[in-house]
Nanobody, 124 residues
């Protein structure tokens, strides 16, 4: 079983910053891609940022709405992905969910795993 545990959400004023963390645990050999999605009330879930490791290189991708403000990074030794969020706007408020894709589990299965989410509130 593979689990993702997010942390770092909370209340922040517009213009402020937060750093989200997501740690993977359990029995697995590798995780190809990790990412952050968000879902606001009444809206569809959207991809915020993703990071894929190929060899020794990480490739990051961002939603247009967060480019230049958010930075995704990954510590493969700790099986952890981070999302540094700067210049937060009220429109960024949502539940942020961590995703791990193409997880090669200990039993050989290839899985997609979701965390339970962490709430980000942006308000003055």
């Amino acid at each position: 079983q593979v689990q993702l545990v997010e942390s770092g959400g909370g209340l922040v004023q517009p213009g402020g910053s937060l750093r989200l963390s997501c740690a993977a645990s359990g029995s697995f050999f590798s995780i190809s891609a990790m990412g952050w999605y968000r879902q606001a009330p009444g809206k569809q879930r959207e991809l915020v940022a993703s990071i894929t490791t190929i060899g020794n290189t990480d490739y990051a991708d961002y939603a247009d709405s967060v480019k230049g403000r958010f930075t995704i990074s990954r510590d493969n030794a700790k099986n952890t992905v981070y999302l540094q969020m700067n210049s937060l706007e009220p429109e960024d408020a949502a539940v942020y969910l961590c995703n791990a894709n193409r997880v090669v589990a200990g039993d050989g299965r290839v899985l997609e795993v979701w965390g339970q989410g962490t709430l980000v509130t942006v308000s003055s």
